[in-house]
T-cell receptor, first 112, second 113 residues
Framework: DTGVSQDPRHKITKRGQNVTFRCDPI?????LYWYRQTLGQGPEFLTYFQNEAQLEKSRLLSDRFSAERPKGSFSTLEIQRTEQGDSAMYLC??????????FGPGTRLTVT | SQQGEEDPQALSIQEGENATMNCSYK?????LQWYRQNSGRGLVHLIL?????REKHSGRLRVTLDTSKKSSSLLITASRAADTASYFCATDSLNTNAGKSTFGDGTTLTVKP
């Protein structure tokens, strides 16, 4: 399977802990996106990379959130000092030339 | 706030019937896309329609776009139980070349066998 993969698929953590998620995009795709989705709502844009450069960040991405794509391939999204409001599905997508996006299965985060 | 709004929020039909979902958006766009999401899973891209197109077909899917009304519709013909899912429209704004998409909150479609 050469689609977008995300790891882990599920993460349960206690409030105040740090968590890190990984996304592996489709290999030839130069753009990578992170979205957050809460129950009953559509995905909300968080940030995007073109190759290794992070070109845009949403205001939703507080200073507790950081994302990297060090070699222009996989990406990580870290949340520090997690809060219950961070509980959501975190979706990664990749694209070539930024039109059609291919989504991964998501990482479901539960903060207790 | 979200760019797109889908209507209705929920739709329940019998297998074999057609399902129509509508999407309205606020700002001028480059293109509009429809995605499907099965419960608790990732999104699957269904169809893209560009701002200079008015109608597009893909299998049992038909999408229309009316840029003057800032609205789009997705028609699924001859529905099947496997079509049960949430459907989202997503727009790519003219104000960015990032390709990032702004999603609505979706229509939940239930197709009863």
């Amino acid at each position: 399977d050469t689609g977008v993969s995300q790891d882990p698929r599920h993460k349960i953590t206690k409030r105040g802990q740090n968590v890190t998620f990984r996304c592996d995009p489709i290999s030839e795709h130069n753009r990578l996106y992170w979205y957050r989705q809460t129950l009953g709502q559509g995905p909300e844009f968080l940030t995007y990379f073109q190759n290794e450069a992070q070109l845009e960040k949403s205001r939703l991405l507080s200073d507790r959130f950081s994302a990297e794509r060090p070699k222009g391939s996989f990406s990580t999204l870290e949340i520090q000092r997690t809060e219950q409001g961070d509980s959501a599905m975190y979706l990664c997508a990749s694209s070539l030339r930024g039109v059609e996006q291919y989504f991964g299965p998501g990482t479901r985060l539960t903060v207790t | 706030s979200q760019q797109g709004e889908e209507d209705p929020q929920a739709l329940s039909i019998q297998e074999g019937e057609n399902a129509t979902m509508n999407c309205s958006y606020k700002t001028s766009i480059n293109n509009l896309q429809w995605y499907r999401q099965n419960s608790g899973r990732g999104l699957v891209h269904l169809i893209l329609i560009r701002s200079n197109e008015r109608e597009k077909h893909s299998g049992r899917l038909r999408v229309t776009l009316d840029t003057s009304k800032k609205s789009s519709s997705l028609l699924i013909t001859a529905s099947r139980a496997a079509d049960t899912a949430s459907y989202f429209c997503a727009t790519d704004s003219l104000n960015t070349n990032a390709g990032k998409s702004t999603f609505g909150d979706g229509t939940t479609l239930t197709v009863k066998p």
